[in-house]
């Protein structure tokens, strides 16, 4: 590294969608200086995804638990990063807490919005106006600039990298023959609650119109999500390959590069499939499309936009869920070129 080579380190969000829609400000980074170094700092289970991004140089596992301020063991761990010779810090995140591990650095530039009233924690501090910077993307990007430059018109779309060999791995691990037929991708989980999850019964609707029509189906999702696809398979008859809680994060990206289609609720594996390139229809209830919307030009949002949407609530307010019942298994069947039932 050269003298005037930048070294940035980012503090990265903990979130898998909000850390692939960061990369769109690793590559706004790298446009502007092409010969920089970035490191990013996040959460463990974050990592693949850093892996998985060819602009990161640095992946450094954050040891510390959701939520927990570890005060003194993040000011140590900040003292640790020293002699690593930062020039700039960029914070993704607004709590007091995660600005503690750059200035415990000594990271001369430090820059985020203001956040939990960070003044001398943060020194080189953004405005945030969200009327302006309606998507969480521009308001990462927007850190990457210069404080009088805009925001590009056309934002860097991430592009996530992937190992076949990987995947294949997986595949005899799990005793699933490789497959030579279209493969469908379901992703019926969503952490934040039961109003951003299209109905099990309609997923496990397609994914029975597709298996009739020749194509593979697999499900995806975390341990959090075994219910979901278990309850699709069994509805299925077992015809699916379920890898709910199976797989890692890794792993999951890898096998969802071979799909072919991908039905996704707003959730992180909806921003993975996105940057995978995968044809993505992405289905939005609680949230908003304008918000956090899949970054891939070609990607097909479902979102109805009723009076009571977007309410960001974890369960329907109003009990009925219909910003995700309305939508019907024969329009998302449609998009597949397959028949519904319905």
Avoid at 252 to 271: E, F, K, Q, R, Y
Avoid at 287 to 315: I, N, Q
């Amino acid at each position: 590294m050269t003298h005037s080579t930048k070294k940035i380190l980012v503090l990265g969000p903990a979130w898998v969608g909000d850390m692939v829609m960061a990369q769109s400000l690793f590559k706004v980074l790298k446009e502007k200086h092409p010969d920089c170094i970035i490191d990013v700092a996040a959460p463990a289970w974050t990592l693949p995804l850093l892996e998985r991004m060819a602009e990161v140089s640095g992946k450094i596992a954050l040891p510390f638990k959701h939520g927990e301020l570890a005060f003194f063991d993040r000011i140590k761990f900040g003292q640790s990063l020293r002699s690593a010779g930062y020039t700039q810090a960029i914070v993704l995140t607004n709590s007091l807490k995660s600005a503690l591990l750059p200035w415990a650095a000594n990271i001369k530039q430090r820059t985020s919005y203001l956040g939990e009233m960070r003044y001398g924690l943060i020194n080189d501090i953004r405005p945030l106006d969200k009327t302006k910077l309606k998507k969480t993307v521009e308001r990462f990007v927007n850190l990457g600039l210069d404080q009088d430059q805009a925001i590009p018109a056309n934002l860097p779309i991430p592009t996530l990298t992937h190992d076949e060999e990987n995947a294949l791995s997986v595949l005899n691990r799990m005793a699933i023959d490789v497959p030579t037929s279209k493969i469908l991708g379901l992703c019926p989980g969503a952490e934040y609650g039961e109003a951003k999850r299209w109905p099990i019964e309609y997923y496990a609707e397609v994914a029975n119109q597709a298996l009739s029509q020749g194509w593979q189906v697999w499900l995806f999702g975390s341990e959090k999500d075994i219910q979901a696809t278990s309850a699709i398979n069994q509805i299925t008859k077992n015809r699916c390959a379920d890898f709910g809680g199976k797989t890692k994060l890794g792993e999951a990206i890898d096998l969802m590069a071979m799909c072919n289609t991908v039905i996704s609720n707003d959730s992180g594996l909806m921003h993975v499939a996105a940057a995978l390139g995968k044809r993505l229809i992405a289905i939005y209830g609680s949230s908003d499309p304008h918000h956090t919307p899949p970054m891939h030009p070609d990607a097909v949002v479902e979102y109805l936009g009723l009076a009571c949407s977007p309410c960001f609530k974890r369960e329907c307010p109003l009990g009925h869920l219909n910003c995700l019942k309305q939508i019907s298994t024969k329009r998302v069947a449609s998009l597949l070129n397959i028949k519904s039932t319905e």
